[in-house]
């Protein structure tokens, strides 16, 4: 008898997925690289997570890109659970190691900074205070993120303040938080400001943030990529600013992922961005 190697499976799952872009990027890299493998989709209920990973894994998978409602959940059945990952509190990447164990990890971070210094050459955190607006998982993320970077400060404000004030007490004296109202005072002499909250996304209500002392210098990136030019940046490019769109953060994002699955890491270049845009 021939013993056949798996082939190796990955995928992505969250409730509704249909809409994911995660099969086309990975399925483009793995048609790219040559590489034997699948990247699949799959709706999982709540109630059936635990159940789910505990069977992947004997079916061949070797890792998930997670999604809501599953990216707080998966900590507490992940058996290593990376520090990044516990302090953002939501895991996007999971790992199925050969002794069994579930790894979980945070990469959009890591997506975040890789898109920025790809689209805004010459960008560098500790040039300045940070402003970022949302309080959400992502912008969990994407504070943890410019801290580890090196920003001095980072500014926060949420429409919920008490968000907000979560963050700052779970991150330090580093975070400072604004009221919403006032969320346009966090431009002044800012190097970063970051959109993380959705709106400006399409279906959702338009971003009315006064950028009236926002500076021409600062590199400016909406986390939303439908559209993938919004109102916002479009503000911001008015004023001189140097923006960045969200779509390089969620191809950056992935790029660690496919490298442990698949043992390849993929490049984000332009044929990326087009692919997954067709998509």
Known sequence: MTDHPRIPLAGVIGSPIAHSKSPRLHGHWLKTYGIKGHYIPMDVAQ????????????????????????K??????????????ALIGAANTLIFRADGKIHADNTDGHGFIANLRQNA??????????AVIGAGGAARAVVA???????????????????ADVIRSEFGARVV???????????????TVVNTSSLGMVGKPDL??????????????????????????????EIGCTTVDGLGMLLHQAA????RWFGKRP????MTRDVVLRG
């Open 47 to 70: 109630a059936d997570l635990k159940e789910v990973l505990g069977a992947l894994p004997k079916a061949g998978f070797v890792g998930l890109n997670v999604t809501i409602p599953h």
């Open 72 to 85: 707080e959940s998966v900590l507490a059945l992940a058996d290593i659970v990376t520090d990044r990952a």
């Open 121 to 130: 050459p010459g960008w560098r955190a500790e040039a300045g205070p940070a």
């Open 145 to 163: 993120a410019l801290l580890d970077a090196g920003a001095p400060k980072v500014r926060i404000a949420n429409r919920t303040r008490a968000r």
């Open 177 to 191: 938080v604004y009221d919403w109202v006032k969320a346009g005072n966090m431009m002044e002499d800012a190097a």
């Open 208 to 237: 009315r943030v006064p950028l009236d002392a926002l500076s021409p210098s600062a590199v400016v990136n909406d986390l939303v990529y439908t559209p993938l030019r919004t109102a916002f940046l479009d503000a911001a490019e």
């Open 256 to 259: 660690p992922g496919f490298e």
């Open 267 to 270: 490049e984000v270049d332009q």
